[in-house]
């Protein structure tokens, strides 16, 4: 029997609405085109033109902005009556979704809703942050990669984009690597929960990800080589890199800290790699002062002794990086 398709018709749009729905979706940063929807939804009485309108005040308030706690409380309000009206995003089973000026931007869905129904998601939602799950489960595939149809989805909007703990193989890598969609894409979490080591290799070749400011490589089982082989990318640029809990020693150190992409590096995270000693957070210390990049570096047991230290680039008066040697008690 087949499975009934998933439907996303939450309401009908008159035409002038979904004009400017589509200005909207075109330039997701215009606060303009929302706060004009916003009026033509209130002339209406709809009560979604004064949410977009609050969330769009909200968003621009610093800390501490005594209009925060009414504004939270009447926000709160109407999403408790119409948060699943004003989305059908509620059809999907175990899909989560965050609301911001007005839309919603936030996203978690599995694999196979959101192949099922990506069309009609992205024609109604700005969505500029996903993650997906349940990846390895998709039935739809090609060739060997269940992450190659999902690339091929409209995510051009996509910001921030976490495929983390998907047991990610060899060809899903691949079809990263060589995406034509991801050109928005600033965040990259391909952190793993799963016993097996992820392929990483190939995304050294990756011609894919342009605007790439932070990649998270937590939990990969990564080795030396593998960062060896990231190190000569020739492609790769970013400003942040998070590889906690790897395999890496003082190899992966000297390759960090002689990479293309080190002059581009603002911080560094490579705690909980146990194997790195004194030598791997020396060539990292260096690195970090002279790209003035904020280094995390979690040591083996031949860097144990002192607690921290700090990095002075020679001459100069202001310190320009932090390393954190930290260690197992």
């Excluded at 969505?127 to 269940?146: F, H, Q, R, V």
């Excluded at 990231?230 to 998070?242: E, G, I, N, P």
Aim: glycine share 6%.
């Amino acid at each position: 029997m087949a499975k009934k398709k998933t439907k996303l018709a939450a309401r009908t749009a008159s035409p002038e609405e979904r004009a400017f729905l589509a200005s909207i979706l075109a330039n997701p940063d215009d606060k303009k085109a929302r706060l004009v929807y916003a009026d033509l939804l209130q002339e209406q009485d709809d009560p979604r033109g004064a949410f977009i309108v609050m969330q769009c005040t909200r968003a621009e308030l610093a800390d501490g902005d005594e209009r925060i706690a009414a504004l939270d409380e009447q926000i709160a309000a109407l999403l408790a009556k119409h948060k699943k009206t004003w989305t059908a995003l509620g059809e999907n089973k175990g899909a989560r979704w965050e609301f911001r000026r007005g839309f919603v931007e936030k996203l978690s869905l599995d694999a196979a809703h959101l192949l099922k129904n990506a069309d009609a998601i992205f024609a109604a939602e700005p969505i500029e942050e996903l993650s997906i799950w349940k990846i390895d489960e998709s039935a739809t595939k090609i060739g060997k990669s269940p992450l190659a149809p999902i690339l091929k989805l409209p995510l051009h909007r996509v910001r921030r984009l976490s495929l983390a703990r998907q047991e990610l193989v060899e060809e899903d890598i691949a079809a990263l690597a060589s995406a034509k969609t991801l050109g928005s894409v600033e965040l990259l979490d391909l952190t793993n929960g799963g016993s097996e080591a992820v392929p990483l290799a190939g995304l050294a070749k990756s011609t894919s990800l342009p605007k790439l400011r932070e990649l998270r490589l937590g939990g990969c089982m990564m080795g030396d080589e593998v960062m060896a082989e990231l190190a000569k990318s020739k492609t790769l640029r970013f400003a942040r890199l998070v590889a906690v809990r790897n395999d890496f020693s003082d190899g992966a150190c000297e390759a960090i800290a002689n990479a293309t992409w080190a002059p581009h590096l603002e911080e560094l995270d490579l705690s909980s790699n146990e194997l790195i000693g004194n030598e791997g957070l020396s060539a990292i210390a260096c690195a970090a002062s002279a790209a003035r990049c904020r280094a995390t570096g979690a040591r083996g047991r031949a860097a144990r002794g002192r607690r921290s230290q700090r990095v002075r680039r020679a001459g100069a008066s202001r310190r320009c990086a932090s390393l954190r040697a930290r260690s197992r008690s």
